[in-house]
């Protein structure tokens, strides 16, 4: 069964209508959605479905079903189960989601500031790390932060491009992280592009302008291992 993901195309989506396709073991899969399922780094959407009767279904996390493009909903324990057809009013926790949104648009600027393989990350409502191919003696805390803030001061546009799983072939050089490689298959793969800073396989939420990120702060640089040295941050303020 598939999704439409309507996140994909609209990040700023908080509320939606939609129906319900399966309840199994795992969760409730929609017709259609705007909860974000763990992925790329990314973690998976919180919120509620709303019944017409008035129940609240809190959803507790987001996954990536079976097929290709499908979504599982994680109800929280003791929910009540909704039926197979029944239309659902969707509500993702915003406030979360949208430091989500900012923190993961960060790591994309920072690896302008940074410029080596990514070999790992991760990003969660209150911080967000990438891991670095890199010698620990080039990565200054200090730096990091200055030239990072100063490209989130300037601003920026995000786009997202589509490309064909042959276009991304022919260009290796877009695939910045090691550790995921962008989902083939579907024929087209989803890059964001940030005009001047990045352009990279991502089928995660953004914000619409970088300057909407506010500002960085590095927490914490450490080695976790020859080819891991981790840069951890948090949205400034
Ligand atoms: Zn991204």
Known sequence: MTTELLFRDDAYLRT???????????????????FYPLGGGQMGDTGVLLRASGDRILIADTRKGEALESVVHVPAADMPQPEVGETLTLEVDWERRYALMRLHTALHVMSCVVVAPVTGGNIS??????????DMSLLDADRIERETNALIARGAETETVWITDEELDLRPELVKTMSVQPPRGAGRVRLLKIPGIDLQPCGGTHVKNIAEIG??????????????????????G
């Open 16 to 34: 939606a209508t939609a129906r319900v396709l399966a309840v199994h073991q795992r969760g409730i899969e929609l017709d259609r959605t705007i």
């Open 125 to 134: 409502p209150d911080k967000a790390r990438l891991d670095f191919d890199i």
């Open 215 to 236: 500002g960085i702060r590095v927490l914490k640089i450490r080695s976790e291992g020859k080819r891991n040295k981790r840069v951890e941050i948090a949205l400034a």
